[in-house]
């Protein structure tokens, strides 16, 4: 290893060969594509004719930056590699030899791999015609092929060869026993491998990229149970050796080459995956952070964490926004007559994906990645494209400020961070949670807001749903010590009919009816953290009740 390299294991550290700027530049609204339509049919011509219509799409967007997957998770590759794998490097076997939702996907990408198909360099090439910047991303650890890796499409020739000898062999997530196939990377042949996948991106597109992203957050497990904390040097020198590649990179182009880092959703989960992700900051190996939760969009994931650390460094931080969420139904200030008994559905609305920007916005995130969304983009996504590439979120749109409600893929204190509901609320108990505002409702504006109303999902522990009794069910809720309610909830609740489609162990019990109750004082809500404090009346009821879904939603006239 480099005598530099050496000493960043001892935390001595010296400058990159390139001189490294104060402040990685203004990447605008981020937009990650996961790379599943870089190969759609049979005719090579006609998939990259179509692949540049796809990255096209982008281009009467706010969209100021595209990182764009290089394969199909961490092993099989959208261009002719010589160190991974590509479509087809082995017969179809198994379930997917047969399933029809595998086999017209195979058939076209082991077209494009036998044609030889660059995707990445067409991408790359669409998004410089647009004047988009391009920054290739590498998952460094994608676990898809894990539920079936000796047959799945998606595993490497790398895992065929080595495993079980490389792979963890255990999990260190409790309840999710497919883990154990992810490779390990406390063997130097791993990060070799991985490294050397790196270097190779960097040599082929480094004419037209801006960048790299390494993806740590697909997934967020690189070492056996217990040893992540006294192996993460192993990671930090992977991290310089990319680094290294990029600056050397530079100095044959003459240009600068970022390194964007998708990392879990805060400094603690980082710690547990063997992420140091201070150091990566402070030692300046990384350029920007993007904190991102696996699965689903979150508004208070702890951004400040990051942003105090960048802060130091000349880094900057791009929180991950998701459009799926837990499954629930839209908030808005009157929900339409039988709104409640409609199918829900775990698509994000846009009054909480714009309540999740003011959010990262506040906290001092310099913009934010779209991680997900569709190509190309529905109008519902050019909606979410304003509104995130927007600093303030404009003035006057509706906005949903939510309490993150956990999720049935949530790992808690894992790479996932603990969630504050369902909370339990006991009769004659207060249960405190704080929700997050981002925003100061009672500035001045044009329009003022006509509603802002608070909602509670709740369940009825050991029913199977709540009913017209539960009307009569009397709460107090305190919002940073203002009283905004005490009394039964009367019409104040709305039963839901629908019932959640899909259940899972680590689901919260569904939503089986809804509180909404008016904040008619604006200053009762602070910007920033706020206490919400719930309590249950023991007149009213002697069993358990649940709290599955908080949220504040600030309406303005139509």
């Given at each position: 290893?480099?005598?530099?390299?050496?000493?960043?294991?001892?935390?001595?550290?010296?400058?990159?060969?390139?001189?490294?700027?104060?402040?990685?530049?203004?990447?605008?609204?981020?937009?990650?594509?996961?790379?599943?339509?870089?190969?759609?049919?049979?005719?090579?011509?006609?998939?990259?004719?179509?692949?540049?219509?796809?990255?096209?799409?982008?281009?009467?967007?706010?969209?100021?930056?595209?990182?764009?997957?290089?394969?199909?998770?961490?092993?099989?590759?959208?261009?002719?590699?010589?160190?991974?794998?590509?479509?087809?490097w082995r017969p179809t076997a198994g379930r997917y030899a047969s399933d029809p939702r595998w086999t017209a996907r195979l058939a076209a990408c082991r077209s494009g791999a036998q044609n030889q198909l660059d995707?990445?360099?067409?991408?790359?090439?669409?998004?410089?015609?647009?004047?988009?910047?391009?920054?290739?991303?590498?998952r460094m650890n994608d676990s898809h092929y894990c539920s079936d890796p000796e047959n799945s499409p998606l595993t490497g020739e790398f895992w065929v060869k080595h495993a079980p000898r490389l792979t963890l062999g255990q999990s260190p997530v409790a309840g999710y026993p497919n883990y154990r196939h992810l490779l390990d990377f406390s063997h130097n042949e791993v990060r070799a491998y991985r490294l050397a996948i790196a270097r190779e991106i960097i040599d082929r597109y480094r004419d037209l990229m801006d960048?790299?992203?390494?993806?740590?957050?697909?997934?967020?497990?690189?070492?056996?149970?217990?040893?992540?904390?006294?192996?993460?040097?192993?990671?930090?020198?992977?991290?310089?050796?990319?680094?290294?590649?990029?600056?050397?990179?530079?100095?044959?182009?003459?240009?600068?080459?970022?390194?964007l880092v998708r990392v879990?959703?805060?400094?603690?989960?980082?710690?547990?995956?063997?992420?140091?992700?201070?150091?990566?900051?402070?030692?300046?190996?990384?350029?920007?952070?993007?904190?991102?939760?696996?699965?689903?969009?979150?508004?208070?994931?702890?951004?400040?964490?990051?942003?105090?650390?960048?802060?130091?460094?000349?880094?900057?931080?791009?929180?991950?926004?998701?459009?799926?969420?837990?499954?629930?139904?839209?908030?808005?200030?009157?929900?339409?007559?039988?709104?409640?008994?409609?199918?829900?559905?775990?698509?994000?609305?846009?009054?909480?994906?714009?309540?999740?920007?003011?959010?990262?916005?506040?906290?001092g995130a310099a913009g934010l990645q779209m991680f997900n969304f569709p190509l190309p983009p529905r109008p519902f996504d050019l909606e979410v494209m304003a509104?995130?590439?927007?600093?303030?979120?404009?003035?006057?749109?509706?906005?949903?400020?939510?309490?993150?409600?956990?999720?049935?893929?949530?790992?808690?204190?894992?790479?996932?961070?603990?969630?504050?509901?369902?909370?339990?609320?006991?009769?004659?108990?207060r249960a405190d949670v704080t929700i997050y505002v981002g925003e100061d409702l009672t500035a001045a504006r044009v329009p003022t807001p006509s509603c802002c109303a608070l909602r509670l999902g709740l369940h009825q522990a050991g029913k199977t749903g709540l009913d017209a009794a539960a009307k009569k069910l009397g709460l107090e809720i305190r919002l940073n010590d203002a009283l905004i309610h005490r009394a039964p909830l009367g019409e104040q609740l709305t039963l839901v009919a629908a019932k959640r489609r899909v259940g899972g162990r680590g689901h919260p019990p569904a939503t089986q009816a809804y509180a909404q109750v008016p904040v008619v004082d604006l200053q009762h809500v602070r910007q920033g953290k706020n206490r919400l404090t719930i309590a249950l009346d023991a007149a009213t009821s002697t069993e358990t009740l649940l709290v599955v879904e908080a949220q504040l939603g600030v309406f303005f006239p139509r």
């Open positions: 290893m480099p005598a530099r390299y050496l000493l960043l294991a001892i935390g001595l550290w010296t400058p990159a060969i390139v001189p490294v700027p104060a402040a990685a530049p203004d990447w605008g609204l981020i937009f990650n594509d996961d790379g599943d339509l870089s190969f759609t049919d049979l005719d090579p011509q006609e998939s990259m004719r179509k692949l540049r219509a796809l990255i096209g799409s982008l281009g009467q967007t706010p969209v100021k930056t595209l990182t764009y997957s290089v394969g199909a998770g961490s092993d099989i590759m959208y261009y002719p590699t010589r160190v991974a794998s590509v479509w087809g995707a990445i360099r067409v991408v790359g090439e669409e998004a410089r015609r647009l004047g988009i910047r391009f920054v290739p991303s590498l960048g790299l992203e390494l993806d740590f957050n697909r997934v967020q497990i690189f070492f056996p149970p217990g040893t992540a904390a006294s192996r993460c040097g192993l990671l930090s020198a992977l991290v310089a050796d990319v680094r290294r590649a990029l600056d050397d990179a530079g100095q044959a182009t003459g240009r600068r080459y970022w390194l879990p959703p805060a400094v603690r989960n980082c710690e547990w995956s063997g992420i140091e992700i201070e150091a990566w900051m402070r030692n300046r190996l990384v350029d920007v952070v993007i904190p991102s939760q696996l699965m689903t969009l979150a508004h208070d994931m702890p951004v400040d964490e990051f942003v105090s650390l960048a802060d130091k460094t000349g880094c900057r931080v791009y929180p991950a926004i998701y459009d799926r969420n837990q499954f629930s139904w839209p908030f808005s200030a009157q929900p339409p007559q039988g709104e409640y008994q409609k199918g829900l559905n775990r698509d994000a609305s846009l009054e909480l994906l714009r309540g999740a920007a003011v959010n990262y916005r506040h906290m509104s995130l590439a927007d600093v303030g979120v404009r003035p006057g749109t509706d906005r949903v400020f939510a309490i993150t409600p956990a999720y049935w893929h949530d790992r808690e204190d894992t790479y996932e961070y603990r969630k504050q509901i369902p909370v339990e609320l006991r009769p004659g108990q």
